[in-house]
């Protein structure tokens, strides 16, 4: 009884250290990086809603750089960037193309 009282304390002092935030780099193919903190080491959170006008641009240029170039990593980034925006079944059709290609 004793070890289950002691092994139980113990994951509760675990878990309560074990919280994290969990911070992202969106890196393109095309070695784009989308989210990256410059001013320090430590990542900070962001609010990704803000960046959608910037999506939107990278989408364009994507899409024509797509029917310029026939190059399938920018294929992929197009998809990549339709999900970050959320259109999610043109993003999958996208990435099937990609994935059988």
């Known amino acids: 009884m004793l070890f289950r009282c002691l092994f139980?304390?113990?994951?509760?002092?675990?878990y309560s250290h074990s919280f994290a935030?969990?911070?992202?780099?969106?890196?393109?193919?095309?070695?784009?990086?989308?989210?990256?903190?410059?001013?320090?080491l430590v990542p900070i959170g962001r609010n990704f809603?803000?960046?959608?006008?910037?999506?939107?641009?990278?989408?364009?240029?994507?899409d024509s750089l797509w029917k310029r170039n026939k190059k399938i990593e920018d294929y992929s980034d197009y998809g990549v960037l339709l999900v970050?925006?959320?259109?999610?079944?043109?993003?999958?059709?996208?990435l099937v193309v990609v994935k059988n290609v």
């Open 84 to 94: 970050y925006l959320g259109r999610y079944e043109a993003a999958k059709k996208v």
């Open 21 to 40: 935030c969990l911070n992202e780099s969106r890196v393109l193919l095309n070695g784009k990086t989308h989210v990256s903190d410059d001013e320090s």
């Open 49 to 62: 809603e803000s960046n959608f006008e910037y999506y939107r641009e990278e989408l364009k240029e994507l």
């Open 8 to 14: 139980f304390l113990y994951l509760i002092f675990c």
